[in-house]
């Protein structure tokens, strides 16, 4: 698998070529500011020990406290850690939101472990972190994997540690201990929005034909989002395989045929098809919602979408990139198109703050308002300096990181 971290140093220097910005402002940000390792030793439920690996990167904090999700996967490792970390920072950038770039993970399967182990790693996890969190300090949230009980326990465990009384360290949590209204559908809907503005500046019909790999927290809130505002969704996919139908999904029936059989394959009325194939589809929108690297230098030259939407973090490399931007495919990328998670965790993080609890409108009114605003902004970057809309992303975060750091930048 290409790594990440070099990847995402790829990109920076591809946007560097557009607008040149100071050597000393890239050098910084070519390195986190700080990584973390830890061991986590489990007590299993058979009575053995196991020891976990635990990461936590902290980009930058010029703009405000880290924050970033944690990820628990087999293939997570630092590389992937830090990629996300940077993307973190300049994701915050981009959503003008006053929080720095950060990220966690732990290498591991979590669909092998019980509950109680799972909670007895994750309580782990916050206790070796205890030292460099805290909400003026790193604010951690959920990503791949990672749900918002386990938020909860981490919080909890916190909490014991630092003896501080704070809900504000941990986005992502339950309502009944301090989470937000509206966050477990924000970077579904924050990406939607996104979608909204650039697809009236793209000239895609009112009513698109869409696919989606990964039906998760965020691919499956898309999913339904899409639809109910009219969007035809035509192929889907989980980690055990890829759906399709022509005439598109009712979004609703497939998740509760998931509750049921835990998977979407067998779908009635579906065909079976295999993720690769998916990703190849004809199709107005294509939106990677699952892992990063999903469109590489191999099958840039076979997609047949118009239009893609990335809500995953990092699905298409820099030289997927290339090919893509030369076929005239546009991408948004993840820095803009899944910032919705980010700016309603920082919402929840407020809020927590103020000891306030903001309805559902307040905080879909909210998201709207950011996403409308810095959508346009980007685009019009991207038109002003005659790149893509990744590019221009960039360049916009990089401007407003630049300006914290006090730099001087054209
Ligand atoms: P999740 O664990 O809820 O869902 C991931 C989904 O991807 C699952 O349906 C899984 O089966 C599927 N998947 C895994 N491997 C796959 C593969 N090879 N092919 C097809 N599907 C596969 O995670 P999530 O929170 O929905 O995150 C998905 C992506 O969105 C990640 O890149 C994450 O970093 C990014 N993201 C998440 C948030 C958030 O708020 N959760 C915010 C911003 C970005």
Not at 43 to 69: C, I, Q, T, W
Not at 326 to 335: E, L, N, Q, S, T
């Amino acid at each position: 698998m290409q790594n990440p971290f070099e990847n995402a140093m790829q990109q920076l220097k591809r946007a560097n070529a557009v607008k040149a910005f100071p050597s000393e402002f890239l050098a910084q940000l070519e390195h986190p500011n700080r990584e973390i390792h830890i061991s986590i030793p489990v007590k299993m439920d058979d009575g053995s020990l196991k020891v976990f690996e635990g990461y936590r990167v902290e980009h930058n904090n010029a703009r405000g406290p880290y924050k970033g999700g944690i990820r628990y996967h087999q293939d997570t490792d630092i590389n992937e850690v830090k990629a996300l970390a940077f993307w973190m920072a300049l994701k915050c950038a981009v959503a003008n939101i006053p929080m720095g770039g950060g990220k966690g993970g732990v290498t591991v399967d979590p669909k092998k472990l019980s509950k109680g182990e799972l909670e007895r790693l994750s309580r782990g996890w916050a206790r070796g972190m205890a030292d460099v969190l805290g909400p003026k300090k790193d604010v951690p949230a959920p990503d791949v994997n990672t749900t918002p009980e386990i938020m909860a326990w981490m919080n909890d465990e916190f909490m014991k540690i630092s003896g501080e009384k704070t809900l504000a360290t941990f986005t992502g949590k339950p309502l009944d201990v301090g989470g937000s209204e509206g966050r477990g559908p924000a970077t579904g809907l924050g990406g939607f929005y996104v979608f909204d503005i650039l697809r009236q500046k793209h000239n895609l019909p009112e009513s698109c034909t869409v696919v989606i790999q990964g039906f998760g927290n965020v691919g499956g809130n898309a999913a339904e989002i899409f639809s109910e505002h009219g969007h035809k969704i035509i192929a889907l996919s989980d980690s055990k395989g890829a759906i399709v139908k022509n005439d598109g999904f009712d979004i609703k029936a497939v998740n509760e045929f998931k509750k049921a059989n835990g998977q979407i394959e067998g779908f009635p009325g579906s065909r079976t098809i295999t993720n690769a194939e998916l990703l190849e589809l004809p199709c107005d929108v294509l939106i990677p919602a699952a892992l990063e690297n999903q469109i590489t230098f191999d099958n840039a030259p076979q997609i047949k979408a118009k239009f893609i939407l990335e809500l995953a973090n990092g699905p298409i490399t820099p030289e997927a990139d290339e090919i893509l931007y030369d076929r005239g495919i546009p991408v948004v990328p993840d820095i803009l198109a899944n910032s919705g998670g980010v700016t309603v965790s920082t919402f929840e993080w407020e809020q927590n703050l103020k000891g306030e609890h903001w309805s559902e409108v307040d905080v879909f009114t909210k998201l709207k308002k950011i996403l409308d605003e810095e959508s346009t902004i980007i685009y019009e970057k991207s038109v002003a300096l005659k790149t893509d809309i990744r590019r221009a992303a960039f360049i916009v975060a990089l401007e407003r990181i630049a300006e914290a750091m006090n730099y001087k930048v054209n």
